[in-house]
């Protein structure tokens, strides 16, 4: 697999568009920070490492709709952006998840803070 978080977002996006109420991920720390940001912001209720399953996480999807949830930065085209360039998605109705130097938040926390970052994710 060459892209793992891809991977998750695809994984999540196709449980929320079937229905599904959890889904199964492997597991990494990226993945459990970025989890962290889209949980804070409602789009999954929460996610936990079981122990009939070891090396995944098994995550809980809200009734909050995700009309669409995709990768921006990918390993062959990196996507960087400036504290004074940071986009909004649909006007400030969506939320776009930034890896920064002080860890991974939300496109409005890093604004707040000053730091740009590294594109990971848009999600509406």
Known sequence: MNDPIA???TRIRNASMVGKDTVLIPDSRIK???LKVIQAKGYVDGFSSEKETPGYLTVKLS????QKIERVSKPG???YTKKSDIPSVLQGMGM????????VMTGSEAKKQGLGG?????IY
């Open 7 to 9: 991977d998750m977002l």
């Open 32 to 34: 459990r920070d970025i």
């Open 118 to 122: 590294e594109i990971i994710c848009k």
């Open 77 to 79: 085209c990196r996507v």
């Open 63 to 66: 009734d909050k709709k995700m």
């Open 96 to 103: 776009i998840v930034i890896s920064t130097s002080r860890g």
